[in-house]
Structures are given as structure tokens and as C-alpha cells.
């Protein structure tokens, strides 16, 4: 028995029948599928429809199992990873690339809408909306602009970052402050002989009027932010691991979790931002932070009291890590783009 010639092309006619053998690997074929690769049998021309379900599928994944994933991750804190590690994953998206989907839907939301990063945040073109100022300067400490802003932030060495909390809505503050060429510290000193240009490219930096600034800090954000989101995933599984290492999980199990959490704080932020009112951001932000510890404790177990002590230190420690590498990201922006 031979099989057919590789570059035997079927009649037209003959494109709805099954064919004997699997165009793909040569197997025989009985079914809808080639029992060893998984090729479709009946093959046919594709038409248009086609070609652009298979385009959205595969980077949007709208499909069946895109809604059943997503009533899970909503309404069911931790459902979907217990039922990963239970072996039922047919039915559900796969973690990752439910991680991507909404990852990818956020930022485009973000892109298109008009979001900005840096000074023109403080000209109230988006007072109504959450924005990012990052400010790499040389002042101590920024001061509120307005007696009716509350601010709420916090140091650590050369990094400064916090939330401004108006009526009009809430914008979150990362910010570096760079000690003087006149007194500058041991570690800056050691950058500026390794980087002989460091200098140069901070002053350049520094005289650039607030709208060029905000133009390439906000470039920047969306060229590089996404590999900083997908880069702190294992971060943020990392400590999950140190605050459940008696238990003996592996790391992979934190992992799925992490990517379970963080799709459902995209989809969160993206609520964010095209939610209008002030209170509706503030409760959406409450939810998500209530939803982390409600997971935890429905995937890991242990006593309330130990699962609100590990969700607090898991919180306080991701963002302040988050919030140092996103200031260095933005410094790394200031310093190489055009």
C-alpha cells in the first residue's frame, strides 16, 4: 500500500470528500481528524469568513471558551486554577493565553484612548480619568498643586511614588529624584564613570519642554510596559511561593495562579479606566484587591487571619517592586529614546 504523491493536489470537486490518507502526515484516516496529528480531513478553500475568525481567534481568542473562562475568572475567585490543577482544561482557556488576551485588550483600550504618561497629566486634558505621571527631576518632593488634593505617598531612597486623590479622579505618581552633580551619591558617582553620557543624556532630558517629555515617556510606556507586565507574572509567583513555602507547593502551581490573578486585574483596569465617576474606580480597585485575597484563600486554604497577613504582604511587596522597575524603566525611556 502507497500512500499518495506529496504534490497530488485533489479536484476541485473532491475538496468536501474525505480522502484516504491525512494530507498533513500521510496517515490513514477513518474520522473527521487525523487520529495522529489532528489535521481536519475534509479540506476546502477557505473563504474570507474564515480567514478572519482564524485571525481573531487566534489573537483575541473569541470563542466558546473565551466565555465560559471569563464567567469563572469573574464570578469565581480561584475557580479556574483549582479546576487547572484538577485536570479539566478542555473546557477552559489556557492560562497563558487568557493572560495575553486581556493583557492585549487592555493596552489597546489604553492606546487609542488617549492615555498619557509623564507632565501633561497635570493640565487636566484626563482629569477625569487615571493617569501616570512619571517624573525623573531633581526636586525633593513634588507638592500638591491644590489645597484639595490629598496625596498619598512614599519613599524609598531616589524613588518616590504614591496616588493624588481629586474630585475629578485619582492619578498615580512614580517618580526618581537624582541627587545634584554638586553632591551627587557613591552609587550615582559609580554610574556616571561607567556611563561617561549618563550626564549628558539626564540634561537633555531635563530641557525638554513638559509635552516632549510626556510625548516619549508615553512612546515608551507602550513599546515596553507589556514586557515589564508579563516580566513581574513570575514576580508576583515568586512571592506567593515565600509566603506558602511550608506547604510545599511547586512554583508552577503559583505560577498559574498569578496568571489567573493578573488577567482578572486587566480586565479590572480596563473597567478603570473608562468608568467615568470617581467612586465607580475606587470600588473596581477595592474589588480587585478583595478578589486577590478571596482567590488565595479559595485555592491555598489556611485560617483568614493567615490568608489576609499573606495577601497584605504579597499587595504591599509586588507593587513597591513594580513601582521601583517601572521608575527605572521610565528613567531607561527619558535617557535612549529620540
Not at 497635570?122 to 527631576?137: E, F, H, L, S
Amino acid at each position: 500500500m502507497t500512500s499518495p504523491p506529496l504534490h497530488a493536489v485533489p479536484a476541485p470537486a473532491a475538496h468536501h470528500a474525505t480522502p484516504e490518507f491525512c494530507p498533513g502526515c500521510q496517515a490513514r484516516l477513518g474520522v473527521n481528524f487525523c487520529p495522529q496529528c489532528g489535521q481536519e480531513a475534509v479540506l476546502h478553500p477557505p473563504s474570507m469568513g474564515e480567514f478572519v475568525a482564524e485571525f481573531i481567534g487566534h489573537y483575541v481568542a473569541i470563542e466558546g471558551k473565551l466565555w465560559r473562562t471569563m464567567g469563572q475568572l469573574l464570578l469565581r475567585p480561584g475557580a479556574l486554577t483549582k479546576a487547572y490543577m484538577a485536570g479539566k482544561r478542555v473546557n477552559y482557556m489556557q492560562p497563558l493565553r487568557l493572560f495575553l488576551t486581556l493583557s492585549v485588550i487592555l493596552f489597546a483600550l489604553l492606546q487609542f484612548s488617549g492615555f498619557s504618561v509623564g507632565e501633561s497629566a497635570k493640565d487636566g486634558t484626563a482629569a477625569k480619568r487615571p493617569a501616570v505621571r512619571a517624573d525623573i527631576g531633581k526636586t525633593e518632593l513634588r507638592v500638591a498643586d491644590a489645597a484639595n488634593i490629598k496625596r498619598y505617598e512614599i519613599m524609598l531612597g531616589y524613588y518616590n511614588f504614591g496616588v493624588d486623590v481629586t474630585p475629578d479622579g485619582s492619578h498615580v505618581n512614580f517618580g526618581l529624584t537624582l541627587p545634584s552633580t554638586d553632591n551627587p551619591s557613591f552609587a550615582l558617582t559609580v554610574l556616571r564613570t561607567v556611563f561617561p553620557t549618563f550626564q549628558q543624556s539626564l540634561d537633555r532630558y531635563y530641557a525638554l519642554p513638559p509635552g516632549q517629555k510626556a510625548e516619549r515617556l508615553t512612546h515608551g510606556f507602550f513599546a515596553r510596559m507589556p514586557y515589564v507586565i508579563f516580566f513581574m507574572v513570575p514576580v508576583f509567583a515568586l512571592f506567593l511561593k515565600l509566603l506558602y513555602l511550608p506547604s510545599g507547593r511547586r512554583y508552577g502551581e503559583y505560577l498559574l495562579f498569578a496568571l489567573h490573578v493578573n488577567a482578572f486585574a486587566f480586565f479590572i483596569m480596563a473597567l478603570v479606566h473608562v468608568t467615568p465617576w470617581v467612586w465607580g474606580t475606587r470600588l473596581l480597585l477595592a474589588l480587585l484587591f478583595l478578589y486577590i485575597a478571596r482567590a488565595m484563600h479559595n485555592v491555598y486554604g489556611g485560617a483568614p487571619l493567615a490568608t489576609v497577613a499573606r495577601w497584605l504582604v504579597l499587595v504591599v511587596a509586588y507593587l513597591m517592586t513594580l513601582a521601583v522597575i517601572i521608575t527605572q524603566v521610565m528613567l531607561f525611556i527619558s535617557l535612549t529614546s529620540a
